[in-house]
Structures are given as structure tokens and as C-alpha cells.
């Protein structure tokens, strides 16, 4: 049967679905049906490395519970495709009890419903226990309850929504002195990722092996009104990151901005009364491709005295041509005022370099006199007095808003994105002019 996969895998690949199904016999497509590894995608399957802990991040309907389902399934019957041998003692782990037999054991992709009749499962929900025809041997437990770990032994382990359960640590902990059987204890975390310091621990662990998928990796087994209404409503957003992309979104305590203040202040649309529109760009030193990026981001001044940044459209890597282009770009698309460009860098060769691209864009020049937390701090005071408004989710320039602290980005880069923003929202907000007439009048 493994030469029919890698056929039956081959005529997939070339979109050849229905002619190679319609030349199955009844025996073949029994097979495939149940067949795992025919229509996993990579990243439901056990990685290729000695593991001790698989740690399968993903957002919703990604896939996780069906992959942790069959992973279970292929040990207690002894698939060579798990990569590893026969488990007879097998824990199954969720939030609640609940959890787990609804979900787990009971669910549309639980364990139940992923077995052919012959292989299946009997549920003993009295006992809490499911038991293979094989000899395997799985019990259920709720992170509630981590005293009930406190006995058992187990070969493997497959623990759900760990991000979410009440006892994590205690749990989790009681759990690994139960790992005790076999010559390789592994445990399968299947989980929508939040930023507990258990999953931040197990991510940095030696012997943990980590599979990520957004929630349209798995499109095709999904209700195209649910992709449609949901994933378009939240894409880009803090919580559509976590629950449909499946990233670990986390806050930096110091930083100047929070991710739960920036989710407060989107709105779908900017008002039509914008009497200033700029865009501002912060120009790298170099283009090579391990250079900081050019940070560009347009944003308008509305009659009420609100700011709406309104795009980003940084680059990275990014040569002079091609950010000048950009940036002009979007001061033709959006009909801007004028265009601020830091010149710290460059001095009169950034607005060169944009005068090139297009001679009729106006260039205000601004050259930065003290560091980039001294600038940021008084726009970030404009958005703590709900002065500012983002125009949609704007994930890689707010990623660099809540980690910017006193010494700056964690990851020790520039702040380019950040720095466009900041020098946007200053010329609209910060910088003494005469009072602005409406745009058009």
C-alpha cells in the first residue's frame, strides 16, 4: 500500500484527483480513506528529529485536533509512519474533562471518527478510558485535576488546548513523571498559541520540535463563508494573528504602546474630512538585503483633530530607487500634501533620490536631533489621549510599536517603520503651522 500513496500522491500533485480515484478498487479506496500521510499536510506530521516534545501551534481549523487524533491513532495500532513503535499506555490531556471527550475522543476529527470500524476504539466514559483492539490503552484527564496524573504511567502523550488550561504548570508537571515507558516518552501539544510562560518555556526547551500553520492552510475543509466572514473581518488584528495564524502575540512591559490599546483604536475607514494627508519615510543607510528597512506610512489629519494612519508600505531590502518609487507612489495614490523624509542618513541625496522617482512630489526634509525614544514618547502620549486612529490592521508597523521600549526594538534592529510614524504623526500633530483649510476647498 505504500507504493499506491506515493502513485496516488503523484497524480494529486498534478491535479489528477478524480482519474486516479476512479482506477481504485474498493479495497484501495478503503485504504486511502483512512490513510493519513496521503492527505496531511507537513506540518500534521511528526517532524523528522529526535523530539521529545512536538509543539503544534496553530490557529483555528487548522487542523491540530485531526493530527493529534491520528498521531494517537498510529501508535496505539503500530503505523510505521509515526516514525516511532507501538505505545500501549497513552494519555490524552485537555482543559476539562469536557474537553476531552467532546473534543478529543467524541469531536468531528477525534479519535472515534478518524478509525476505520475494524481498528476502532471502545469509549468506556465511566472509566474515562478508551481501548484499541491492538492492547493500547488511553485515559483521559483535565489540567483541573493535575492530582489524577499522580499514579499512571505512559509511553505517549497528547495534550490539547495547553494554552488555555487552569492548572498548566501543575499539570504539565504531573504529566512528566508519568512519561516513564517505552525507550522514547514523547508528547504531542496541540494548541491555539497564547503567551503563558509554560508555552514560552516549552518553545525555548531542548527537545522541542515546532509545527506552525495559519487557519488557511487548511481552506479546503472549511466553510468558505467562515474564511470570508472571519478571516476577513480579523486578519491582521492581534487576535486574528493568535487565533487564525497561529503566532504567539506577545507585550513587552516597558514598551510605549500596548497591543490591547492599538486593538482599541482601528476603524474600517478614514472620514472623508482629512485636511492634511503626508507621507513620511525613513530612508536606511544601505541596501543590502541585511540592511534596516525603509519605513514608509502615510497618515491624514481629520477636521476633528484625530490622526488615522492610513498605510504602510515599508520595504526591506530596499534600494533607493525602489523606495523612492514606493513612497512616491503612495503620495500620488492618496494625493498627499507633501512628503517627509528624515535626511540624517543621506542629507540632500534622499530628496534627490525622490526627486528622481517624481520631480512633482514636494519633499519637506527633518533631521532628527534627539534619539528615537525621546521623539516617539509625545506621539505616544497622542494615542494614550485617543488622538490617533489606525485605518485596518497594520501587524509588522504595531509589532515594532509594542516592542519598542527605552533601549529600544528587543531584537536590537531599527525601528524604521516606527520612525515613518512617528515623523507622520509629529508634522500633523506636533509641529506649530498656521490653521489648515479643508482639502479641496
Known sequence: MRSLRAAFSALADKGQVEPALAALSGAELAFLKHDWPTF????????????????????????????????????????????????GRIALVGETYADVREVMVEGVSGLLAIHPKAERPRWIPT??????PSGAVAQAFSSEDPEALRGPQ????????????????????????????GARPRQLVTTTPRPVPLIKRLMKQAGTAITQAPTRANALFLAPSFLDAVVGRYAGTRLGRQELDGELIEDRPDALWSRERLETIR????????????????????????????????????????????ADRSRRPASPGVWA????????????DCLIAEVNQGGDMVASVIKSADPSVPVKQVRASRGKFSRAEPVAMLYDQDKVRHVGAFPDLEDEMADFGPGGLTTGRSPDRLDALVWAISELMLTPKAEPKVRGL
Open 267 to 310: 476603524v474600517d475607514t478614514a472620514p472623508d474630512d482629512l485636511v492634511r494627508i503626508v507621507i513620511a519615510v525613513d530612508p536606511p543607510a544601505s541596501a543590502t538585503r541585511t540592511s534596516d528597512a525603509c519605513g514608509i506610512v502615510a497618515a491624514g489629519l481629520a477636521a476633528d483633530g484625530k490622526a488615522y494612519v492610513l
Open 154 to 181: 505512559f509511553d505517549i502523550a497528547w495534550c490539547d488546548e495547553l494554552a488555555k488550561w487552569r492548572y498548566a504548570e501543575e499539570t504539565f508537571d504531573m504529566l512528566q513523571f508519568g512519561l516513564r515507558l
Open 127 to 132: 472509566r474515562r478510558r478508551l481501548e484499541w
Open 40 to 87: 496531511a499536510h507537513s506540518h500534521q506530521l511528526p517532524p523528522e528529529t529526535d523530539w521529545g516534545v512536538w509543539l503544534m501551534m496553530g490557529g483555528r481549523g487548522a487542523g491540530k485536533t485531526r493530527a493529534g487524533a491520528e498521531w494517537i491513532r498510529a501508535r496505539a495500532l503500530g503505523h510505521s509512519w509515526s516514525g516511532a513503535a507501538f505505545a
Open 325 to 336: 518609487a514606493a513612497a512616491t507612489g503612495l503620495w500620488q495614490g492618496l494625493k498627499a
